[in-house]
């Protein structure tokens, strides 16, 4: 899929407008464009009164001309007769003010109204334009978030705590509120967090998320629920977001058919390949999702107008960002949008056609030469992006880390620990998958699960078993602290793998962002003779922020702290644990720490590369399978031309002389051994 959304109902009055862009897409191989997404007020401009006429001629319009149709529900922005007649579908924040109508997502997932109204027109959408062969996807609402406090959503909350929980003892008991005198005697005392409240209890905050969550994906079910009970039977997606925390994307997941996600990477604010590397972790977190091929629903073909400065695009930058995302699995690459508005909130934001309306602009041929590359490579959709190395990266985690008071409010850094370890493995050429906690491990030969500190139930055992049928398993500081209320682990602690990785964790040290401290070699052995398998690491690596300190019992140390009161403490341990290893990471190492370590246990855990030898600073690989073939993406997000030696293979895209300027693509179909 090729095209992005399109807002057609700004320009009714001017029907010429529709005939030109119809063209200028012809001319761009855009095959797809998204319909509907805020268009509610003017299918439905008074309750109860509908008007489809003018979807329809679009509609009808664009598949005679050979494009398809992704038609959005349109929640996300309801109309003011609505918010009028029904105050009670605007939301109300944590400080218990409720919103008045404007802008966007500031409804209530809770409202029964809200629900019917949607219920109604997605309905009638559905019964409308199910059959239609130019609709080949529902794109269900647009980029889920936010949270409502109102009434009805504390009684929807208090009902969720006790199906959950079933008695206010047991809710108390796994909140710990007998601290500061906190004990409910009911559930009808239960509030949402909020500044002018509760604020402090950790499993109430960690709860609240979780409900939050479960809520949204609730209601967007209900909206494909009325598309399915209309007749649509085409499959349903919603677009995701970069590093968003609201709702647990692994759960929202399995209620839809394809996972698409909007991709707004901050190009040419530092380096290109850093961007490159942050913008592939999210593809893969996406793709991670189902595991299988998804969509990148909306990416700009120029500036933004939102972010801090809006940088344009350099020469061959939309090429690039669409071909990186194709790389990771998708299947579509999409813009918004296809016109720019004449005016509201994003009348400056980046579109495939300007306010000027010619096809001779810079963008314009940047998108016609990216669907020419994506004409080229028709015969990889569908194929799948397999790895054997997995990082953890768990939202239920990440909001308990966000929570946990301690050890440093100023920076835990999750996703940064995460991206160490991704970074480390995508710089040998390997796919990496993303899971979390609740995924199967059994099909890799390497995991990672950096700062782990919730464990969800029975994350320990998954983890002992696939060590010890084989696995190389690698875990880092604050891991295995709480369970899944945020109650501390007693006992010891990584909890219930103290065995595994033959340590038990004593105290964190966090430093300040000007402390460092380092891991080296103990005495003056050198890496080859006291370590024999850990050919090319380093003497010694820099390490900030946090520091544990560990006591082993059969683990190996194969670094320990340079400085301190704890010098000469493990900082870096291997335990061997039925037929495979467990290695634990004592400290917040430099990207040079995960580099060397991964690359000797890569060797340890026998992953073949698609690649032979190092790649050159900032050119990313990655492939995909299908049928009898795969197929090699190198990138160059360096400044400098990279060259290459080729495996045999036909060249898709690329010069023939294997040199890879800046920001150039080379595909390369190989046959699979």
């Known amino acids: 899929?090729?095209?992005?959304?399109?807002?057609?109902?700004?320009?009714?009055?001017?029907?010429?407008?529709?005939?030109?862009?119809?063209?200028?897409?012809?001319?761009?191989?855009?095959?797809?464009?998204?319909?509907?997404?805020?268009?509610?007020?003017?299918?439905?401009?008074?309750?109860?009164?509908?008007?489809?006429?003018?979807?329809?001629?679009?509609?009808?319009?664009?598949?005679?001309?050979?494009?398809?149709?992704?038609?959005?529900?349109?929640?996300?922005?309801?109309?003011?007769?609505?918010?009028?007649?029904?105050?009670?579908?605007?939301?109300?924040?944590?400080?218990?003010?409720?919103?008045?109508?404007?802008?966007?997502?500031?409804?209530?997932?809770?409202?029964?109204?809200?629900?019917?109204?949607?219920?109604?027109?997605?309905?009638?959408?559905?019964?409308?334009?199910?059959?239609?062969?130019?609709?080949?996807?529902?794109?269900?609402?647009?980029?889920?978030?936010?949270?409502?406090?109102?009434?009805?959503?504390?009684?929807?909350?208090?009902?969720?705590?006790?199906?959950?929980?079933?008695?206010i003892d047991a809710l108390n008991d796994a909140w710990c509120t007998t601290f500061w005198s906190h004990t409910c005697d009911s559930f009808e005392q239960v509030e949402s967090p909020s500044p002018l409240g509760e604020s402090t209890v950790m499993g109430l905050t960690l709860d609240w998320k979780r409900f939050v969550s479960d809520q949204t994906i609730d209601f967007m079910e209900q909206e494909i629920d009325a598309l399915r009970a209309a007749g649509a039977e085409q499959p349903a997606t919603t677009n995701l977001m970069y590093h968003f925390g609201d709702i647990d994307y692994f759960r929202l997941a399995e209620k839809i058919d394809v996972v698409s996600w909007d991709n707004y990477p901050t190009w040419h604010k530092g380096p290109e390949w850093e961007t490159a590397r942050d913008t592939a972790f999210w593809h893969d977190v996406i793709r991670g999702l189902k595991k299988k091929p998804f969509l990148m629903l909306e990416s700009c073909p120029g500036a933004t107008n939102w972010q801090g400065v809006s940088k344009l695009k350099k020469p061959g930058m939309v090429e690039a960002g669409s071909l990186q995302s194709i790389a990771h699995g998708a299947d579509a690459a999409m813009y918004f949008q296809m016109r720019k508005s004449r005016g509201g909130e994003e009348k400056f934001h980046g579109a495939v056609l300007d306010h000027y309306d010619g096809d001779d602009t810079r963008t314009f041929q940047d998108v016609c030469r990216t669907g020419e590359m994506l004409e080229r490579l028709k015969e990889v959709a569908g194929s799948r992006t397999g790895a054997l190395a997995a990082v953890i990266y768990d939202w239920e985690?990440?909001?308990?880390?966000?929570?946990?008071?301690?050890?440093?409010?100023?920076?835990?850094?999750?996703?940064?620990?995460?991206?160490?370890?991704?970074?480390?493995?995508?710089?040998?050429?390997?796919?990496?998958?993303?899971?979390?906690?609740?995924?199967?491990?059994?099909?890799?030969?390497?995991?990672?699960?950096?700062?782990?500190?919730?464990?969800?139930?029975?994350?320990?055992?998954?983890?002992?078993?696939?060590?010890?049928?084989?696995?190389?398993?690698?875990?880092?500081?604050?891991?295995?602290?709480?369970?899944?209320?945020?109650?501390?682990?007693?006992?010891?602690?990584?909890?219930?793998?103290?065995?595994?990785?033959?340590?038990?964790?004593?105290?964190?040290?966090?430093?300040?962002?000007?402390?460092?401290?380092?891991?080296?070699?103990?005495?003056?052995?050198?890496?080859?003779?006291?370590?024999?398998?850990?050919?090319?690491?380093?003497?010694?690596?820099?390490?900030?922020?946090?520091?544990?300190?560990?006591?082993?019992?059969?683990?190996?140390?194969?670094?320990?702290?340079?400085?301190?009161?704890?010098?000469?403490?493990?900082?870096?341990?291997?335990?061997?644990?039925?037929?495979?290893?467990?290695?634990?990471v004592c400290a917040d190492m430099e990207q040079a720490f995960y580099d060397d370590l991964y690359r000797l246990l890569v060797r340890q855990a026998h992953i073949p590369s698609a690649w032979q030898g190092p790649l050159p600073e900032g050119v990313e690989l990655t492939t995909r399978s299908g049928g009898k073939a795969d197929y090699l993406f190198l990138q160059n997000f360096s400044p400098d031309e990279a060259e290459l030696k080729l495996p045999e293979g036909e060249l898709l895209i690329g010069r023939p002389d294997a040199r890879l300027k800046h920001l150039e693509t080379l595909v390369l179909k190989v046959p699979r051994p």
């Open 1 to 167: 899929m090729y095209g992005g959304d399109y807002n057609p109902e700004q320009w009714l009055s001017m029907p010429q407008i529709l005939e030109t862009d119809i063209e200028r897409f012809k001319q761009a191989r855009i095959n797809t464009v998204s319909l509907g997404i805020f268009s509610w007020a003017r299918l439905e401009p008074r309750e109860g009164e509908f008007d489809f006429g003018w979807m329809e001629r679009i509609i009808d319009r664009l598949y005679e001309n050979g494009i398809s149709v992704i038609l959005a529900t349109p929640s996300g922005a309801r109309p003011h007769w609505l918010a009028d007649k029904y105050p009670q579908v605007l939301r109300v924040n944590e400080m218990r003010q409720r919103a008045l109508f404007g802008v966007r997502h500031n409804h209530c997932m809770t409202s029964p109204v809200y629900r019917e109204k949607v219920r109604v027109i997605n309905t009638r959408l559905a019964q409308r334009f199910g059959a239609h062969p130019a609709v080949k996807l529902w794109h269900i609402s647009n980029e889920y978030g936010g949270a409502c406090h109102c009434p009805l959503c504390q009684e929807a909350f208090r009902g969720w705590l006790e199906k959950k929980y079933k008695t």
């Open 397 to 584: 985690n990440r909001w308990a880390l966000e929570g946990s008071r301690g050890p440093r409010n100023d920076g835990l850094y999750y996703e940064e620990s995460v991206e160490k370890s991704y970074r480390a493995l995508r710089r040998m050429g390997l796919n990496v998958d993303i899971t979390d906690q609740r995924g199967e491990l059994s099909d890799y030969r390497l995991v990672a699960a950096p700062m782990q500190y919730l464990f969800r139930p029975g994350f320990e055992e998954k983890i002992r078993d696939y060590v010890e049928k084989g696995g190389i398993f690698v875990m880092t500081y604050w891991s295995g602290v709480v369970d899944e209320n945020d109650r501390c682990f007693l006992g010891g602690t990584p909890h219930g793998l103290m065995d595994v990785f033959g340590l038990r964790s004593e105290e964190i040290d966090a430093l300040y962002d000007w402390e460092e401290n380092t891991a080296c070699l103990p005495g003056q052995e050198d890496s080859a003779s006291f370590w024999p398998e850990s050919a090319g690491m380093r003497r010694s690596y820099t390490c900030k922020y946090l520091c544990q300190l560990v006591k082993p019992t059969t683990a190996r140390t194969l670094m320990v702290y340079g400085k301190d009161f704890y010098a000469g403490s493990p900082a870096l341990l291997r335990n061997d644990y039925g037929k495979g290893s467990a290695y634990y």
